[in-house]
């Protein structure tokens, strides 16, 4: 079973900024976060992931909770091809299997 | 970065045939692959992992013997659906392990008619 909760679905302004949530309040120590989204019929595409502090890239910043129960995933400035199914992810290390819950259907609109 | 190349993007099968799908690491070695499905409007499903020169560990519920996968060298993992039924149509997606994140193909979709 996934160990993430996220909203089914969220409409966003293009040009806004998009908050995702994530509650993750099983998450373990050595647990991170990762996030991923998948764009209609493509496979899903990493985006961001942490385990305690927060963390930025190029297309996104991840926002981790001090007691890491919850993590935001902000889009600073949604675009139209931001448009996709955003999947928030716990797991242990890097190259053990991912298991995807339901994610969160983002629409983002003119 | 890493690409996971996967073949064919899309396949129409009759009931009754097989069907082979590959999955590649153009530019790395993957010792493990992933092969996940998945069902209109719904999430991803892992369905085995595909360790290079072993077996595959197939998840509670998946036919081993319906789903074979082989992984015979570091860049190739391929699965093949047995004896296809219309059921068996759906979006089949690999992916393996890279840093930071997994790298996924961009997807099978099989149709059995």
């Known amino acids: 079973d996934a160990k993430t909760t996220q909203p089914p679905s969220m409409d966003c302004a293009e040009g806004r900024a998009a908050n995702l949530p994530c509650n993750h309040s099983?998450?373990?120590?050595?647990?991170?976060v990762y996030w991923y989204r998948q764009i209609h019929s493509q496979g899903p595409q990493y985006i961001i992931h942490?385990?305690?502090n927060n963390e930025t890239n190029e297309m996104a910043s991840l926002i981790i909770t001090e007691d890491r129960k919850s993590s935001t995933l902000i889009l600073p400035h949604a675009t139209l091809r931001d448009t996709a199914v955003y999947y928030c992810?716990?797991?242990?290390?890097?190259?053990?299997?991912?298991?995807f819950g339901g994610g969160t259907r983002v629409l983002v609109k003119p | 970065g890493a690409v996971v190349s996967q073949h064919p993007s899309r396949v129409i099968c009759k009931s009754g045939t097989s069907v082979k799908i590959e999955c590649r690491s153009l530019?790395?070695?993957?010792?493990?692959m992933f092969w996940y499905r998945q069902f209109p409007k719904q999430s991803l499903m892992l369905m085995a992992t595909?360790?290079?020169?072993?077996?595959?560990?197939?998840e509670q519920g998946v036919e081993k013997d319906k789903f074979l996968i082989n992984h015979a060298s570091l860049t190739l993992s391929t699965l093949t659906v047995t004896s296809a039924h219309p059921e068996d149509s759906s979006f089949y997606i690999c992916?393996?392990?890279?840093?930071?994140?997994?790298?996924f193909g961009s997807g099978t979709r099989l149709t059995v008619v």
């Open positions: 992916s393996a392990g890279t840093l930071p994140g997994y790298t």
């Open positions: 099983t998450i373990s120590g050595n647990e991170y």
């Open positions: 942490g385990l305690k």
């Open positions: 992810i716990v797991i242990e290390a890097a190259g053990n299997k991912l298991t």
């Open positions: 530019d790395f070695q993957a010792t493990t």
């Open positions: 595909s360790n290079e020169g072993s077996k595959a560990t197939y």
